[in-house]
C-alpha cells in the first residue's frame, strides 16, 4: 500500500481523528501534530507514531495527508506546507485538494535553471547575464521555453539580426520570443522551445523542452542554461536553480515557497523579504537592479523608448522624447506609436516590438536600436559561478 504520513491538530477530538486515520487508504506510517491544545487530554493516541518533526517521516513516504483545518493552518500555512511536501518529491493531498511533485528528467551535461515567481519578473535578464558570463571561458548553449515558441525545437546558431526578426514575424512566427531575445542579445546558441499551460507549482501542461534539451546535448556544450518561462519551470534536473522575483511578486506566496525550496539562489528586483527567504531555506538571496542597455550608441538623438514595464531612462546618453510602457498592450501601444516622432526608437525585444513597433520603424525610416535589461548587482556574479558544476569545463 502506499505510505503515507498524516497532518493532524489539537482542534479535533483524538478519537475522531485516530477513526480517520483508519479510514485512509494508506499505509500510514506517522502522523504529526501541527499545533492546538483545545481537544487534547492526556495521553495523545492516534494508532500511528506521532512524529516530533514531519519533514523526519519524508523518506519513506510516498503522499502527506493533511486532516488539520483552520484555525491551526490558515491558507498561506497550508501552501507553504505544500511547498515543503513537494520539495521532498511527495504528494500532498487533503479533503478537497491533491498537489504532486513536478517531475524533472534527467539531464547528462552540466546544467544551471533560470525561473521565475511570474512574467515580467526581469527573469530573462538574469538568463541573458547569465549566458554572458558563463560565455567568457565557457561553450554555453541556453535552452528557453515559451508560450510563443516554435512548434519544433528552433536553434538560433547566428544572433538575430532586426531583419532576420521582421522575416520571422512576416512569415506569422513570434519574432520576440525569449529564445531569439536571448540569441540576439547575447550571441550565444539559443535553442528556442515551446510550453502551454503552467500548474501552481510550475510544471507544464504540455511542451518540447526535453526535445530541445536532447538538441542542446548533442552539441556537447561545457554547460547548458534552461530559461523558464513566467512561472514555469523546465521539466529537467539541472544541477542547480536561480530563481528571479520581482516587483509585485511575493517570493513565498503560494507555491513560490516551492520554487524557493528547489532553487540554490535567489535574485530580488524591487521587493521581497530576503531574511524570510533565508529562513525558509540557508540560501544566497542577492538584491539587484535593471537597467536599460542600448546594445549600440544613442550618440544623444532625440530617441522614443518602449518597453513592458518600468524602466528608467535617467542614465541614457539621448534626448528622450517620449517613453511607452505598452509593448504588451497592443492597443495602447498603437495609440503611442501614432502620437510618436522621434529619429530612433529604442525598443525591448518582448510583445510586439518586432511586428508592431519595428515594422513602423520601417515604414518611418526610423533607426531601431534594440535594448537589454542590463542587471545591477555587485555580488551576482560570484554567486553565478559558485553555482556552475564541478564537472563544467572551463
Request: glycine fraction near 10%.
Amino acid at each position: 500500500m502506499t505510505r503515507a504520513l498524516v497532518v493532524i491538530d489539537g482542534e479535533h477530538y483524538p478519537p475522531v481523528v485516530r477513526d480517520a486515520i483508519a479510514d485512509l487508504p494508506y499505509e500510514v506510517i506517522g502522523a504529526w501534530l501541527a499545533g492546538g491544545t483545545e481537544k487534547l487530554r492526556g495521553d495523545l493516541e492516534y494508532g500511528v507514531p506521532l512524529l516530533e518533526e514531519l519533514d523526519a517521516g519524508f523518506a519513506d513516504a510516498e503522499v502527506v495527508v493533511d486532516m488539520s483545518d483552520e484555525p491551526i493552518l490558515g491558507p498561506r500555512e497550508r501552501m507553504l506546507l505544500a511547498s515543503r511536501v513537494l520539495a521532498a518529491g511527495l504528494r500532498y493531498e487533503g479533503a478537497d485538494f491533491q498537489f504532486s511533485a513536478p517531475s524533472y528528467a534527467s539531464f547528462p551535461l552540466p546544467s544551471l535553471a533560470v525561473i521565475g515567481t511570474g512574467k515580467r519578473v526581469g527573469k530573462t535578464a538574469v538568463t541573458g547575464h547569465v549566458a554572458r558570463l558563463l560565455a567568457k571561458d565557457r561553450d554555453v548553449i541556453v535552452v528557453a521555453m515559451g508560450r510563443g515558441g516554435p512548434a519544433e525545437p528552433q536553434v538560433a546558431a547566428l544572433q538575430p539580426t532586426l531583419s532576420a526578426l521582421l522575416d520571422l514575424s512576416r512569415a506569422g512566427h513570434h519574432a520576440a520570443s525569449d529564445h531569439l531575445e536571448t540569441a540576439a542579445l547575447t550571441g550565444v546558441v539559443t535553442i528556442g522551445c515551446r510550453r502551454a499551460g503552467g500548474g501552481l507549482a510550475g510544471a507544464v501542461t504540455t511542451s518540447n523542452v526535453l526535445q530541445g534539451a536532447a538538441l542542446a546535448a548533442e552539441r556537447d556544450p561545457d554547460v547548458v542554461v534552461f530559461d523558464g518561462s513566467g512561472a514555469a519551470i523546465p521539466p529537467i534536473d539541472v544541477d542547480a536553480r536561480i530563481l528571479v522575483s520581482g516587483r509585485g511578486h511575493d517570493p513565498l506566496a503560494y507555491l513560490n515557497a516551492y520554487r524557493v525550496l528547489v532553487s540554490d539562489l535567489v535574485v530580488l528586483f524591487g521587493e521581497g523579504d530576503a531574511g524570510a527567504i533565508r529562513a525558509l531555506k540557508k540560501i544566497p538571496v542577492v538584491e539587484a537592479d535593471l537597467r536599460l542597455r542600448p546594445i549600440s550608441p544613442l550618440q544623444g538623438r532625440r530617441v522614443a523608448v518602449f518597453t513592458t514595464g518600468a524602466a528608467p531612462t535617467d542614465h541614457l546618453d539621448a534626448e528622450i522624447v517620449s517613453v511607452s510602457r505598452n509593448l504588451a498592450n497592443r492597443a495602447a501601444l498603437r495609440e503611442d506609436l501614432e502620437r510618436i516622432d522621434a529619429d530612433v526608437y529604442l525598443v525591448e525585444i518582448k510583445a510586439a516590438a518586432i511586428d508592431l513597433v519595428a515594422v513602423a520603424a520601417e515604414m518611418r525610416g526610423v533607426q531601431v536600436v534594440f535594448a537589454e535589461n542590463e542587471v545591477v548587482a555587485p555580488d551576482l556574479d560570484e554567486a553565478i559561478l559558485r553555482l556552475v558544476p564541478a564537472g563544467a569545463r572551463a
